[in-house]
């Protein structure tokens, strides 16, 4: 039975924002994890992807291999993949202080929407980004790494910048502007506005509510 | 100024919808509510208001079309999305016809659902933004400007109110600066053509061929020098008024054309082949005794009746003198405003000074008169030396006749200007026109 998402807009499961060693994680400080699965092809993407999430939020990075099976949030009648679902086994897969950001090639969905580029925790502690319709060909373009991997930087950037408390940005420009078509994610840089950079910093200045 | 987070009521009785939404609204910024029933989506609509709502449309129990009526009895403002899995053109359009903003089919495009909600709370902020110019409107020209509590002046609004729910001509008589031009704004501020302009022309300032193009318009190549093609100002009035003040003073040939334009309601522009239909109500001013006029010959006796549906007198200051400190009070307050001059008050002997006086020049002579106190007076109280005026009686005998009086004082104050007629004219109170006429009137020479 896959888990159920109620409950993972939560940040703190006991709302004390200690870790189960007892101590109060910093935001400063921990690690970004990323978990990467059914990545295929897309597996050269990940070490630059790293090097670009570690310039963005001056952190280091760190991967794991995912501790879940993702078959659990799969739905065969839409032939896609449950974020909602996705990101509670994410969390119940992370361990560990920081955040975390779920890496994959497969199609998301939530249940609402036809399809999301990623997903996130806003406020918490996992994120998680696709590469599966960020790739050119699928539009019947040619293939285009190096736009690949700015889209994909840009989508993981964003996602993680929500698990921080960041909500979408009104500059087109920001790594933050709300993108739900390719050409946003096209307009906008993988940069922060002055207004989210100064937020980041406020909310990482803070000691982390996320519980494991 | 921080902008008020915008609120969302979301509606669905599946979790797993909800859940997207609600997620998916927050990372916008938006500050969600879930309803998993339409009677929780009312108990929430009792404690908070909400800017958007969306909908499922089938529900157990109440369906989505029933909320959506009753979300309106509580809130018409909100703007109502419907949301289904399937795509009914019928019910699409029960919805839309109820009042909905929008209705889309699940799963949606994300992009759409951002547009959607987007269009939809601009459209309520555009509006909010129009109720409130409206109301600011109202408060700016309503009847409530003018300001006076005496008999004459209740009986002047009386008749304002009265003659704005129809589109009757409307004369209004009375001398230079009793407020003739404040009572037709009053009168076109509660008619029902408030939100179109009242376009006001002073055709005793203008000569008669340059009041004919003012009026009528004119075609490009109409005359030397109409390079462009002009809209006149019975066609500016469009659904609105037109203010035709010192109608009296209007040509012969003016009048005929006129009074054609008044009985068909159209305007052909100087140099135009075909007349434009215009929706205007005429309002029109004088200080001419135009009885008198038409027994002279010099106005129309036609035109007379035609533009005399509904006459309203406005009577002069000196006739409601218990008005005088209400008057004086309000441009006290209106210019301490706008001058940012910390004056409070008017002392006792200079309110006695301003109701002692007779205002030959009415309430824009009082006007003028608070407003140089208002520069020349120290804070914090206005005082009799600071009044451009002097008690009645000061330079004229109790036996004098008024018109004696006001010849006397006029003479004064052309002397004091050096005859400078703009300058006279602001001291008095009154318009250029009216001290050339005044002049005329009483033989005056340098």
Redo the contacts between chains.
Sequence with gaps: MPPS??GI?SPGADGTGKTETGRVASQETAPLTIVPFYCGSQRSLLEPLAKELMAAFSLPVERQPPGFDPEMAYDSA?GQYNS?ILLALLLRHHQGPGKLLGVTDADL????????FG??Q?DGRVALVSSHRLVPERYGLPADPAQLQARLAKEAIHELG?TFGL??CANGRCVMA?S??LTGVDLKTARFCVDCRDALRRRRSRPSTAGP | MTKKQASILVVDD????R???S??F????FDVHEAESATDALKALDSQSFDVALVDLKMPGMDGLELQERIHQIDPQIGVIM?TAFASVETAVRALKQGAFDYVT??????E??HLVRRCLEQRSLREENEKLRETIDDLVGVSTIVGESPPMLKVLELVRHVAETDATVLIRGESGTGKELIARAIHAASRRRYFPIVPLNCGALPGDLLESELFGHERGAFTGAQYRRKGKIETADHGTLFLDEVGAITPKMQVDLLRVLETKEVTRLGANRPTKVDFRVICATNEDLENAVKEKRFREDLYYRINVFAIEAPPLRARPTDVPLLAEHFRQLFARQMDKRITSISPEAMEVLTAYDWPGNVRELSNAIERAMVVGKPPVIRPQDLPVRPAGATSGPGDSLLAVEKRHIAEVLERADWNITRAAETLGIDRVTVYNKIKKYGLRR
Excluded at chain 1, 109 to 116: A, G, K
Excluded at chain 2, 26 to 29: A, C, F, P, Y
Excluded at chain 2, 106 to 111: C, F, G, L, R, T
């Design positions: 998402p109620r807009d839409r909602r969905f939530i249940p609402v929407l036809t399809f999301v997903e996130a806003l929500h909500v979408h709300s739900p078509q | 599946e979790f797993a919808v859940d997207s939404l997620h998916w927050r990372k916008d910024g949301i699940k799963p949606i495009d994300p992009d659902l951002s």
